[in-house]
């Protein structure tokens, strides 16, 4: 069984919306950082931001949390990233499947969030031209 601390994140992540995003640092301690394949910031008046500009490039992003494993201050999420890309084929569903290392504050908030997914593989070789572009490199590579 997950701590409270841990179930708060879940549950962040798996009912995120703006209204949430507004709301991080519920979650998130303020001087919280935050690192992924396109970000490194510090303090969640940075975060906000990229959450919040999710919204706008993607339709209905949701994250799946499959696993969670927690130890001492720091915890791993397995999850699902499921979102529809405004500006390329919005009908298309996209799956992007990742990790998230955690480390938790003395008050039980996020202190530190770092994300762990494969955006070649994942993301680039979805996409018209990139895609063909990163699969031969792939091929080429392998």
Known sequence: MSSERLQRVVRYWETLDLAAVERIGEVYAESASFRDPFNDVQG????????????????????????????????????????????????????????????????????????????????????PLVGTLMRYLKRRMG
């Open 44 to 127: 969640i008046d940075r975060l906000r931001p990229i959450f919040a500009d999710m919204f706008e490039r993607l339709i209905e992003p949701r994250f799946i949390i499959r696993e969670t494993l927690e130890q001492g201050d720091a915890a791993f999420l397995v999850w699902d990233f499921t979102f529809r890309v405004r500006a390329l084929e919005p009908s298309r569903l996209r799956t992007i499947h990742g990790g998230t290392h955690l480390k938790f504050a003395p008050d039980g908030r996020v202190a530190m969030h770092r994300d762990y997914w494969d955006a070649a593989g994942e993301l680039y070789e979805q996409l």
